[in-house]
């Protein structure tokens, strides 16, 4: 059974989705330096020195990619749909007139305040104001 959000219950949901979004996005980076220290690594004919510190730096990405796919999990488990790890972008499903909308939010808005057709998305998202 599909799970519909009304406003306030999204509201209420962004307690728990902030602390979420931002760690997704502080790990993204992490994975992103990481990523180029092992080329800066790779780059260079080091010894055994720099086989274990690439090794280290593998498991690191393992774990924090480890961390975010469970980040992701708990916020599809919710029924939120990610958009954008960089902006925190999601969408909660809603049920308007008994026609399905996204309820669109996010990192930095104050709540939500937008929404758009399925069949859209960012770029045409609107003031819930305007909701039909």
């Not at 510190?53 to 690191?60: G, K």
């Not at 916020?75 to 007139?97: C, K, M, Q, Y």
């Amino acid at each position: 059974m599909a799970t519909f959000y009304d406003i306030d219950r999204a509201n209420a949901r962004l307690t728990e989705l902030v602390p979420l979004l931002e760690s997704l996005r502080n790990d993204r980076e992490a994975v992103a330096r990481t990523q180029l220290g092992l080329q800066r690594l790779r780059r260079s004919n080091g010894d055994g020195a720099h086989a274990r510190r690439a090794e280290e730096l593998n498991e690191e990405l393992r774990s924090v990619i480890r961390q975010m796919e469970q980040a992701v999990a708990q916020i599809e488990s919710w029924s939120v749909t990610l958009r954008d790890i960089d902006s925190g972008l999601v969408d909660f499903p809603a049920l308007v007139s008994g026609r399905q909308v996204w309820l669109c939010w996010r990192l930095g808005e104050p709540a939500v305040g937008w929404w758009h057709e399925v069949t859209g998305g960012f770029s045409s998202r609107k003031a819930l104001s305007d909701l039909e």
